[in-house]
């Protein structure tokens, strides 16, 4: 049985680097649906893959949304307050309002571009470690993965929390592919690699009924986050 990921911010937190639920009666109603299905998983050891394989591309109608390739962004700083005070972010998180021309892929040294979508998730100004994992082992910065892709890492990291199992960047490729968003533009998405995955996938249809993906790719901001590649790659390797 596959388990959803969060569809709003659930009070989530970075414990050293790990984004952890802080609802008690959320762990055992979620470790009793989830353990037995990511058991499987979790128990692989270091799987192999061939990196010279081609990913087959998924139909534009399976992917993330229509969004402009590389546009510029809503959020201005009346933007950036509401944030603070809708996700109730800490006073020293850094958050920089994109000039007018800025693209997402105009972040400085030190910084990670960020979509409003990653607040609803449950990030608040730590990279969760698994996403961290896997932007580093595909040479990418974080804020190049998708919200979508954002809500199933973080909903893995925290079942691994829950239910003490090792859950790294193998698992997560054991279960998904990560393909290029259509509209290109160095944004990378998770799916599938079959129908066992452990997070099952916020569809179209039900994405069509989250305001918080409606126009994503335009509503970005930049966080002072040192430690992160400092310029907008092209995934050196996807599997």
Do not use: C
């Not at 958050?95 to 449950?122: K, L, T």
């Not at 804020?143 to 960047?169: H, S, Y």
């Not at 993906?213 to 995934?235: C, K, L, N, Q, Y």
């Amino acid at each position: 049985m596959a388990i959803d990921p969060p569809s709003r911010a659930l009070g989530l937190s970075s414990v050293g680097g790990r984004v952890r639920s802080r609802r008690g009666n959320e762990t055992s109603d979620l470790g009793k649906s989830a353990s037995s299905s990511l058991i499987s998983t979790a128990e692989v050891e270091s799987p192999k893959f061939d990196e010279t394989a081609t990913v087959e591309r998924i139909s534009s109608d399976e992917e993330e949304g229509s969004s402009p390739v590389d546009p510029t962004s809503k959020i201005g700083a009346w933007e950036i307050g509401e944030w603070r005070r809708r996700y109730d972010l800490p006073q020293e998180v850094v958050i920089r309002a994109p000039n007018p021309s800025d693209r997402i892929s105009d972040f400085r040294v030190d910084e990670v571009p960020v979509y409003e979508a990653f607040f609803e998730s449950g990030f608040r100004g730590g990279i969760p470690s698994l996403i961290a994992k896997l932007s580093e082992f595909l040479e990418i910065s974080p804020g190049q993965l998708t919200p979508p892709a954002w809500r199933i890492l973080i909903a893995i990291q925290n079942l691994g929390d829950l239910e003490n199992l090792i859950l790294g960047v193998d698992e997560v490729l054991f279960s998904y592919f990560v393909v290029p968003l259509h509209s290109g533009g160095g944004r990378y998405y998770l799916h599938p690699r079959n129908s066992n995955a452990p997070v099952r996938e916020i569809s179209k249809n039900e994405r069509k009924h989250h305001p918080i993906f409606v126009s994503w790719a335009e509503r970005f901001a930049f966080m002072t986050i040192p430690g992160f590649s400092p310029v907008w790659h092209i995934a050196g390797r996807l599997l």
